[in-house]
């Protein structure tokens, strides 16, 4: 397993921006993959966008355009800058990191966008 631990969190305003922050840990494997998932009360988790081992994004149609996923050069590493945020992009935001062998979430980090 990869311990990830996710950090940038918090409470903003509509408009605002946010980065959060998945720094991985503990694999003996490469990780091929990282992305991020949402979710909000009531609703099932659903995926926001990801990074392959290549360094190639990719997002939904819903956040294309204000979220931008990186990575850092040591690939240990995932953000996810997000920008004009809104009230329905409130959710508990978690980090998820794919080797060929495991697949690993972190602990989940609330975004809440109100004013």
């Known amino acids: 397993q990869v311990q990830l631990v996710e950090s940038g969190g918090g409470l903003v305003q509509p408009g605002g921006s946010l980065r959060l922050s998945c720094a991985a840990s503990g694999s003996s494997f490469s990780i091929i993959y990282m992305g991020w998932y949402r979710q909000a009360p009531g609703k099932q988790r659903e995926l926001v966008g990801g990074?392959?081992?290549?360094?190639?994004?990719n997002y939904v149609d819903s956040v294309k355009g204000r979220f931008t996923i990186s990575r850092d050069n040591a690939k240990n590493t995932v953000y996810l800058q997000m920008n004009s945020l809104k009230p329905e992009d409130t959710a508990v935001y978690y980090c998820?990191?794919?080797?060929?062998?495991?697949?690993?979430w972190g602990q989940g980090t609330q975004v809440t966008v109100s004013s």
């Open positions: 998820n990191a794919r080797t060929l062998v495991t697949n690993s």
């Open positions: 990074i392959t081992s290549g360094g190639r994004p």
